[in-house]
């Protein structure tokens, strides 16, 4: 206790000692104290400019603050970067003495490097742009902008090997590239059959080689997109029907009805489409409306319209537990077409088109009915049921006809024409439900 007592005084002793009795030495201290909150305050003025120039749209700000702290790798970062995509004369000169400086004040920053090796190739200096890309490959080789750059700038010197590999390599890190990955290597090797070989090494990537079929069917090449929609139902894996939608569309829109209808058959058994919408003896797909469409393939289609609302699950079904209801809420005199579908036929078959219709106070005689039509033959004759007018019960709609020497599609449309005699415009409801298509001897 005592020697506690002792420290305790002579610490005492030691706080009140201190020399500051003399007017000098006061100021001194004082200078001191002013001298070191200048610095920080000027520390702090510095950091504050330079966060500010940092955000502004234009390299003005970030020159004046350089003149004031000329060691700061961002503001040189930024003078450089915005430079790269100046079109003034000199600009890419000055953008790479920018990035150079600040690549040399902050060497470990990979996107420094990044963009003198951007700058280095606008100004053909490849062996500048390899060293930058380098130590940026380094610094970052995770990032997929980093093997992004480096797949272009190696596919741009002709060296296809090493663009090749960062390419794939950019596919392992994001496959969200895959459509620029795809259009860069077509452009290097001119032969898009080549993109399964160096790009689809494990026989299980779906989520690659759906993005290669989109790739495929975008270039127009069903041949080819063919082989790599076999190889993708080959792994028996599910996946989003917006995936394969442009394909199976554009073989419709191509007239393939028979491969259409083959891809289509391999939605179901992947169940990326509902199987069971698909009915035993009808051609038409969700005919009963039991499943939500997915708009389109063989499915339902819609197309919104003003003064029209479509709802695909009404309750009050014919049969079933949902059915179509389309409101006509405008009270105007137009074409109206709702829904369609397209339909794999054989030709030169008669068929028989029917459903079941109610309606409940429709104001014009042009009411809702069904057409059939051949996609492929504009001026081939269509096919339409009788049109629902006022107010009905379920009546059975039906339509024969016969299809072409050369048909294979058809199209369904659930359609009002404009009407001719008063009262013209049209309001009120309509339901349909169970929509078949059949051989004309089935029943």
Avoid at 98 to 113: G, H, K, Q, T, V
Avoid at 148 to 162: C, I, K, M, P, V
Avoid at 223 to 244: E, H, V
Avoid at 411 to 437: E, K, N
Wanted: net charge neutral.
């Amino acid at each position: 206790m005592v020697d506690c007592e002792r420290r305790d005084s002579g610490l005492r002793q030691a706080l009140v000692r201190i020399p500051l009795r003399s007017a000098w030495r006061v100021l001194l201290f004082a200078a001191v104290l002013l001298l070191a909150a200048g610095g920080l305050s000027v520390l702090t003025a510095r950091a504050g400019l330079a966060a500010w120039a940092l955000e502004q749209s234009d390299s003005s700000a970030a020159t004046r603050v350089l003149a004031v702290d000329p060691a700061n790798a961002k503001l040189h970062h930024r003078v450089g970067s915005l430079a790269l995509w100046s079109v003034e004369e000199g600009a890419r000169e000055g953008a790479r003495a920018s990035l150079e400086r600040a690549a040399a004040l902050a060497p470990y920053d990979p996107a420094i490097w990044t963009d003198l090796a951007r700058a280095c190739d606008r100004l053909g200096d490849e062996a500048g742009a390899a060293h930058a890309l380098q130590q940026a490959l380094l610094l970052d080789p995770m990032a997929p902008r980093v093997q992004w750059l480096a797949a272009s700038f190696y596919a741009h010197t002709g060296d296809t090997e090493r663009a090749f590999s960062h390419s794939r390599r950019l596919l392992e890190q994001d496959p969200a590239y895959a459509p620029m990955v795809f259009n860069l290597s077509s452009r290097t090797i001119g032969d898009l059959s080549l993109l399964e070989t160096h790009f689809m090494p494990n026989a299980h990537q779906p989520q690659l080689r759906l993005a290669l079929l989109r790739y495929l069917t975008g270039e127009g090449r069903l041949d080819l997109a063919r082989t790599t929609w076999n190889a993708i139902t080959a792994g028996g894996r599910s996946f989003p029907f917006a995936l394969a939608h442009p394909y199976v569309d554009r073989l419709i829109s191509a007239g393939d009805a028979a491969e259409a209808a083959r891809v289509w058959s391999d939605l179901c058994r992947l169940a990326v489409v509902p199987a069971a919408a698909a009915q035993p003896g009808n051609a038409v797909f969700n005919g009963d409306f039991e499943h939500p469409p997915i708009g389109g393939g063989f499915d339902w289609r819609w197309f919104p319209q003003q003064d029209v609302w479509l709802d695909f699950a009404d309750r009050g079904a014919y049969s079933g537990g949902r059915c179509l209801r389309v409101d006509f809420v405008g009270e105007r005199n137009r074409d109206y077409e709702s829904v369609a579908q397209f339909v794999p036929v054989a030709a030169g078959q008669p068929y028989r088109l029917s459903a079941w219709a109610r309606s409940e106070a429709i104001t014009s005689d042009s009411g809702p009915r069904l057409r059939l039509a051949d996609p492929g033959c504009s001026p081939c004759p269509v096919v339409e049921t009788a049109a629902t007018i006022r107010t009905s019960p379920w009546n059975r709609l039906e339509a024969e006809f016969t299809t072409g020497p050369a048909q294979h599609l058809a199209r369904i449309s659930l359609v009002r024409p404009r009407s001719r005699t008063f009262p013209t415009q049209i309001s009120g409801r309509f339901w349909l439900d169970d929509v078949r298509l059949q051989p004309a001897g089935d029943r």
